[in-house]
């Protein structure tokens, strides 16, 4: 594969870039009143607007042709088909296999992958019908009301930002909460308001290794003994979910409390597997299916779809688009529907964490960007904390506005303000205001030539700030499913694009190596540091320990 910059797209997109970077979007639209119709895409039922992107369709053609240059389609049949290419890890990459038809056939080193997670989404169901059934007793005989998932990054953040977004579709009076931060606060904020007699806590870890989530499981387990008695039998109040079956039952969960998910899952993309246990318990395994079923529908569309009416293509190749040519650094989502609060931190795993990379495949440098920053908020709290900057400041930041159009409640006047709103700011970041406008507002508003001259360069707003907006017709599991999956292959695509791996996290590594060198294998922190480590750290940390 030839390096992306010296692809005939990639030179022709530079080119273009230099040609319309001063073609304002108001322009755009003023020429062509189908500019709605020609740049948004229906897929099931989602509605993706792209039109306020700084494009026509010669910049979509070239995109397009970045992408078939890129051998997008062949690389998205080696991902489907279980080709090993986390090339690092030596690791297929298999998410979606969790969401496949159970007829599928996929082979892994020559197995069929298929009836392993069917097993799986069958214990699944049979924990799901103990706990809402009653059938499953703590150690003094009492249901389950609360489940406390102990995880952390892709073990915490899909499952906790999806339960949430699904809370109309609880199916349980089981509270489920989850707890991630190693701030013992956290986990004492959950367990003040619980019975222990009555919880049962997931340790959810693909390495069962990580120190914010055993200390917090270390910490939930001394907690229970102390209040059930050191006698309690754990496998009552503990579940482990894990690819690391023989660490969990070193730890001492029996073999039937262990729940199991293959390496060929990564972290970030695991809410699909028995990490999305505790989803299942909140909303029941039939709207788990349909999440599932959501994913598999964008699957088929990603998979079979033309680049041009390729929603997750689409969207990826608008942020290569904004990122490598118009050198935008951060990307914000807003969610304007309260249920996708958790969204933008689940999306900063997702994208930051798999393309946030400085080398390709080979090893080799690159010079161009790769991950932006992923931020974002609540639409309606953004309006009245950030969006100032994104209007008038010195950064242009593309905006995903993710909005819906039915909502869980029936106060229409909130839903029409709430849409009012979502659809003011993206029009706003297009539209902007320019000197002559307000110079003119002004004199409406009877203000004298000499406020106007004072007030009017205040006042002006750019405009030409590209977004997109997705509406989702309902938040229902399978149209979240649908979005979830629709941003998974945005990210994989870029990855694609970027001739990077999108599925190893080596970065990571460095800050756990240096935590382990502060603290010893007791939780306690070492008061002597080797010699190496700088004035900084050492000052800082014999300040806090002394
Ligand atoms: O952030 C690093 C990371 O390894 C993530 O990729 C992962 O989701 C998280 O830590 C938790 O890892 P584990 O599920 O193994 O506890």
């Avoid at 099931?44 to 042709?65: A, F, H, M, V, W």
């Avoid at 609360?146 to 977004?165: H, K, Q, R, W």
């Avoid at 209007?391 to 869980?408: A, E, N, Y």
């Amino acid at each position: 594969m030839p390096q992306l910059p010296t692809l005939p797209s990639w030179q022709q997109l530079k080119q273009h870039w230099q040609a319309m970077q001063n073609t304002p979007m108001r322009d755009l639209f003023a020429e062509n009143s189908q500019r709605f119709n020609n740049f948004s895409l229906e897929v099931g039922d989602i509605l993706l607007d792209y039109s306020k992107q700084r494009i026509t369709s010669e910049t979509r053609s070239l995109l397009c042709q970045l992408a078939k240059e890129s051998e997008l389609q062949a690389y998205i049949e080696r991902m489907f088909g279980g080709e090993k290419i986390n090339n690092t890890e030596q690791r297929a990459v298999l998410h979606t296999a969790l969401r496949q038809p159970q007829q599928t056939v996929i082979r892994v080193d020559n197995e069929n992958i298929m009836p392993s997670i069917q097993a799986s989404l069958q214990r699944m169901a049979e924990i799901v019908v103990q706990l809402h059934s009653g059938a499953w007793q703590g150690y003094q005989g009492q249901p389950i009301t609360d489940v406390v998932n102990l995880g952390i990054g892709g073990s915490d953040l899909g499952p906790a930002m999806v339960t949430e977004a699904l809370h109309p579709y609880q199916q349980t009076n089981i509270a489920v909460h989850f707890v991630s931060n190693v701030d013992a606060t956290q986990l004492f904020q959950v367990l003040d308001k619980v019975n222990p007699a009555t919880t049962l806590f997931i340790i959810t870890s693909k390495t069962f290794t990580t120190m914010e989530t055993m200390t917090n499981a270390n910490t939930a387990r001394q907690w229970l003994q102390s209040k059930l008695g050191e006698q309690c039998d754990l496998n009552q109040h503990f579940l482990a979910i894990t690819a690391n079956p023989q660490r969990a039952l070193e730890y001492g969960i029996r073999k039937e409390n262990v729940l199991t998910f293959s390496d060929w899952v990564g972290g970030r993309y695991s809410l699909w597997s028995v990490v999305g246990l505790p989803i299942a318990i909140a909303i029941g395994m039939q709207n788990f299916q349909a999440l599932l079923q959501g994913a598999y529908e964008i699957d088929q569309h990603f998979r079979h779809a033309e680049f041009e009416q390729n929603l997750p293509v689409l969207l990826a190749l608008l942020g290569i688009w904004n990122i490598n040519f118009a050198n935008c650094k951060a990307h914000a989502v807003s969610p304007y529907t309260q249920y996708l609060a958790r969204f933008p931190a689940y999306l900063q795993q997702v994208d930051m964490e798999s393309n946030g990379k400085q080398v390709n495949r080979d090893g080799e440098k690159i010079d161009y960007q790769t991950a932006p920053i992923i931020w974002g908020e609540l639409g309606s709290n953004g309006q009245h904390a950030f969006h100032q900057a994104l209007l008038q400041g010195q950064d242009v930041v593309p905006v995903d506005f993710i909005m819906t159009k039915q909502c869980h409640h029936d106060l229409d006047n909130h839903q029409t303000i709430l849409m009012a709103a979502c659809l003011s700011q993206s029009r706003a970041l297009m539209q902007g205001k320019d000197l002559q406008e307000v110079e003119k507002e002004l004199q409406t508003q009877g203000l004298s030539k000499g406020e106007i001259a004072t007030l009017a360069p205040h006042k002006v707003i750019p405009g030409n700030r590209p977004s997109n907006t997705l509406v989702l017709k309902k938040l229902t599991p399978r149209n979240l499913g649908a979005l979830i999956a629709i941003y998974e292959h945005k990210v994989f695509t870029q990855g694609v694009i970027w001739q990077i791996n999108s599925f190893d996290q080596w970065g990571v590594e460095l800050g756990k190596q240096i935590a382990k060198e502060l603290v010893d294998n007791n939780g306690q922190a070492k008061t002597e540091l080797a010699s190496e480590f700088d004035s900084s750290t050492q000052g800082l940390w014999q300040f806090l320990i002394s």
